[in-house]
């Protein structure tokens, strides 16, 4: 199976890095595509892996035509960052997990022409969310390649991200398989992070609190001292 179509010319192509359509159909897309992007760019941060979104993927050199727009796509053994587009014959790596962000007006393109070209370009594993319902009535569909054929995915996890896939209303829920922790969302990121800087604030009041009860209790034994003294009672003989 070949993944890409090399041809040699005496001139390089021009490869464009935008066609003028919208990112998403819907706000539910578009939140579903930004936040699935932000979790698993965190998660990967660090490993030799990047994740584009709505960026085109060129698969035939020579011929600019031939190009898709996955919603997510996760490409491992590359160089982390961003792209203006991704060409398989320059980076070496085909993707190894994309996401479509699916609909009814998509459906076909995503069901049939999508599935196909990702199932021979080598695409690892392809997965389909409604974030509405429209048509995928479990919401999240994934099909994982065994040999050279997409098979449906029976226990909503992703092998080679190594998580566990859950439905959370209209976004998808990302869990470790090694710890079981959830993925956190900008927002439930922004939240934690609240309540850590509200935690701290707290036990540094109460630290607070204690230094001067501390001191407090320290004067007020140097003030009992100190009239012990004047009446001729040496503290120090008292237990």
Do not use: C
């Not at 994309?98 to 076909?108: H, L, R, Y």
């Not at 209209?170 to 710890?179: H, P, V």
Request: no cysteine.
């Amino acid at each position: 199976m070949t993944a890409t179509i090399p041809v040699a010319q005496t001139a390089e192509p021009f490869y464009p890095s935008a066609d003028g359509e919208p990112v998403a159909e819907t706000y539910d897309h578009l939140y579903a595509l930004l936040t699935t992007l932000e979790v698993l760019k965190q998660y990967l941060s660090g490993r030799q892996a990047t994740v584009l979104a709505d960026q085109f993927l060129y698969y035939a050199q020579g011929y600019p035509k031939l190009r898709v727009a996955p919603d997510v796509m996760v490409i491992f053994d590359v160089t982390p960052g961003g792209r203006d587009n991704y060409k398989i014959w320059v980076e070496g790596q085909v993707p190894r997990v994309i996401f479509e962000m699916t609909s009814q007006g998509t459906k076909n393109q995503d069901q049939i022409f999508k599935k196909t070209l990702y199932e021979q370009l080598g695409v690892k594993e392809y997965w389909l969310f409604d974030p509405r319902g429209e048509w995928v009535e479990e919401q999240l569909r994934g099909y994982r390649l065994r040999g050279e054929t997409y098979e449906l995915i029976e226990d909503s996890r992703s092998e080679p991200l190594k998580l566990r896939l859950v439905i959370e209303g209209r976004l998808i829920g990302f869990y470790r398989e090694d710890t079981g922790d959830k993925l956190l969302i900008p927002e439930e990121l922004k939240q934690a992070l609240q309540q850590e800087v509200l935690a701290r604030q707290q036990a540094e009041e109460r630290a607070e609190q204690e230094r001067l009860r501390a001191e407090q209790a320290e004067a007020f034994v140097e003030k009992l001292k100190a009239r012990l003294a004047a009446l001729g009672v040496d503290p120090n003989t008292l237990e």
